[in-house]
């Protein structure tokens, strides 16, 4: 049941699922908070996120290839620095998201981050 609901969630906040399974699960910026939030209401864990580089309106890539938007214009530019950076909890990863990433080095108006779920 949880799959069907997350696979319906995904749908519904626009989200781009790389390949099969649940590893780059990529998710507009204005849909962030309420995925986190719906898949703790789920009980499905966020382990950790991977950056991409939402490519349109004349963007130029930041990143590798990657697949097109499923839900609005451009493609998806795979970046490629770090690893996956893993989160304890959700409230660890909304922190990193809202309050320090925005202010790191690497901050780029056009990254987006694609979730890393946990099917336990």
Partial sequence: MKTTELHSLAQRLHITIVGNGYIDWICPKENIAEFIDEAERLCIRITGLTWWCHVHDGHKP???????????????????????????????????????????????????????????
């Fill in 62 to 120: 930041c990143g590798m290839g990657g697949p097109p938007d499923e839900y609005g214009d451009g493609w998806y530019s795979e970046m490629c620095f770090g690893d996956v950076h893993e989160f304890p909890d959700h409230d660890a990863l909304k922190k990193y998201l809202f309050d320090d990433f925005p202010k790191s080095t690497v901050y780029r108006e056009c990254l987006v981050p694609a979730f890393w779920i946990a099917m336990e």
